[in-house]
Nanobody, 115 residues
């Protein structure tokens, strides 16, 4: 069984920082590309950042230079360091992996940024 468990969300003021974690089990973590998505209230779920098995990363334009995705293969965990947070970053953040052609999601962690 594949499990993804996010943590690290919370409420911060604009300009603040948070570090999200996603602990995984049930997959050979080190060979999979891992993704962070976010979904604001009333909006679709959007891809925020990805990290491949070789450590290469990609970000949506709105978070470039502010967010950093990383992974610890020994801990089967992917992280999202979020700096200089803005109110528009307010959303539920989800960890995602595709395994054996199926999509798996965590339950999400809420991030609220006040101005």
């Amino acid at each position: 069984q594949v499990y993804l468990v996010e943590s690290g969300g919370g409420s911060v003021q604009a300009g603040g920082s948070l570090r999200l974690s996603c602990r995984t089990s049930g997959i050979n973590f080190k060979i999979h590309r891992m993704n962070w998505y976010r979904q604001a209230a009333g909006k679709q779920r959007d891809l925020v950042a990805t990290i491949s098995s070789d450590g290469s990363t990609n970000y949506t334009d709105s978070v470039k230079g502010r967010f950093t995705i990383s992974r610890d293969n020994a801990r089967n965990t992917v992280y999202l360091q979020m700096n200089t947070l803005k109110p528009e970053d307010t959303a539920d953040y989800y960890c995602h992996v595709t395994w054996r052609s199926s999509d798996f999601w965590g339950r999400g962690t809420q991030v609220t940024v006040s101005s």
